[in-house]
T-cell receptor
Framework: GENVEQHPSTLSVQEGDSAVIKCTYS??????FPWYKQELGKGPQLIID?????GEKKDQRIAVTLNKTAKHFSLHITETQPEDSAVYFC????????????FGTGTSLTVIP | DAMVIQNPRYQVTQFGKPVTLSCSQT?????MYWYQQKSSQAPKLLFH???????NEADTPDNFQSRRPNTSFCFLDIRSPGLGDAAMYLC????????????FGPGTRLTVL
């Protein structure tokens, strides 16, 4: 089965700096890679995703890159703000019936004002 | 405009007393998932439905059951909650086969006394 590893587990940055979170996956059949932001006491919220036919995707201050050959993908947040503080999860999925999602272990991001 | 709704948001039960958690969706999605999330951990898939087809994870305890009476609703039944079942329970949906975004509900925080 799929195994998703995520690093680092905790990350502290100064407001305005960039934050990078990295994930690796093991199953070459995985072709959809979402990133979720989870605030305390709330459900995960999709913030950006990337599909295997794309190498990079950007949405304002957030970007995701995918290297299919190396089986890794990364989340980049630029110009971080205190409200970016949360736990971030990466996941991998295949476009098969039922779509199982395999989650990384999460990164707790703290943006220091 | 809530799309995945979970009730209640907080549930307190006694050790061994059956409890039912509810999830409903307004998205008309084919797939519904139940995850268990413990503190500082990634969501752990318990089971999912593709339409009426039930798919149980191999390591989901028999204590956990699920029902999906129609497209919109899905229930998680915990027959005899133990202290170790205290967690956040997350419901999620995807449209079905293909590249799919997964939408999460806000979760139900279960406390076992």
């Amino acid at each position: 089965g799929e195994n998703v590893e995520q690093h680092p587990s905790t990350l502290s940055v100064q407001e305005g700096d960039s934050a990078v979170i990295k994930c690796t996956y093991s199953d070459s059949a995985s072709n959809y890679f979402p990133w979720y932001k989870q605030e305390l006491g709330k459900g995960p919220q999709l913030i950006i995703d990337i599909r295997s036919n794309v190498g990079e995707k950007k949405d304002q201050r957030i970007a995701v890159t995918l290297n299919k050959t190396a089986k890794h993908f990364s989340l980049h947040i630029t110009e971080t703000q205190p409200e970016d503080s949360a736990v971030y999860f990466c996941a991998a999925s295949t476009s098969t019936r039922g779509n199982q999602f395999y989650f990384g272990t999460g990164t707790s991001l703290t943006v220091i004002p | 405009d809530a799309m995945v709704i979970q009730n209640p948001r907080y549930q307190v039960t006694q050790f061994g007393k059956p409890v039912t958690l509810s999830c409903s969706q307004t998205l008309n999605h084919n797939v519904m998932y139940w995850y268990q999330q413990k503190s500082s951990q990634a969501p752990k898939l318990l089971f999912h439905y593709y339409d009426k087809d039930f798919n149980n994870e191999a390591d989901t305890p028999d204590n956990f059951q699920s029902r999906r009476p129609n497209t919109s609703f899905c229930f998680l039944d915990i027959r005899s909650p133990g202290l170790g079942d205290a967690a956040m329970y997350l419901c999620a949906t995807t449209p079905g086969q293909g590249y799919n975004e997964q939408f999460f509900g806000p979760g139900t925080r279960l406390t076992v006394l």
